[in-house]
């Protein structure tokens, strides 16, 4: 088999413009994991909860998923391919309330936030709706 062409890796990698345009802090609000696979060496990770408020990604959480993307590369070494397959998958956190309900999705964001001392200011949010 041929190796894939860089035009069919980015077609492989493309996302759906309301996935591109969502934004990571959304995915914690919303209870979705990130799926992530390498297109050169087929590495794959989930980032879940704990690693989207981590140390690492929380400088990004208001960053769009297509910007995360590009900005992405294998962490295995001597690899290092850029741009990976990126899937959003339902998490399947039990948080003790409706993620439907928005005002309260919202309120549950900040205070989790809070608890990881990340100021929701920092990630684009303000606090308004709690009062
Ligand atoms: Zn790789």
């Known amino acids: 088999m041929p190796e894939p062409s860089d035009s069919d890796r980015r077609k492989a990698a493309r996302l759906t413009p309301d996935i591109a345009t969502t934004l990571l802090i959304d995915c914690v609000e919303l209870g ?5 696979k390498c ?5 794959d ?3 879940g909860r704990r690693q989207m408020l981590g140390a690492k990604l929380r400088k990004v959480l208001a960053w769009p998923l297509d910007r995360v993307q ?3 590369v294998c962490p295995i070494n001597g690899c290092k391919g850029p741009m990976p ?3 959003l998958m339902r998490g399947g956190y039990q948080d003790g309330f409706d993620r439907a309900d928005v005002r ?8 989790t936030l809070l608890d990881e001392g990340i100021m929701p200011n920092d990630v684009g949010l303000t606090s308004d709706i709690l009062r």
């Open 32 to 36: 979705y994991d990130i799926q992530l």
């Open 39 to 43: 297109q050169y060496c087929g590495h």
């Open 70 to 72: 590009r900005a992405l």
């Open 45 to 47: 990770r989930t980032w």
């Open 85 to 87: 397959i990126l899937r």
């Open 104 to 111: 309260r999705r919202r309120a549950w964001l900040i205070e």
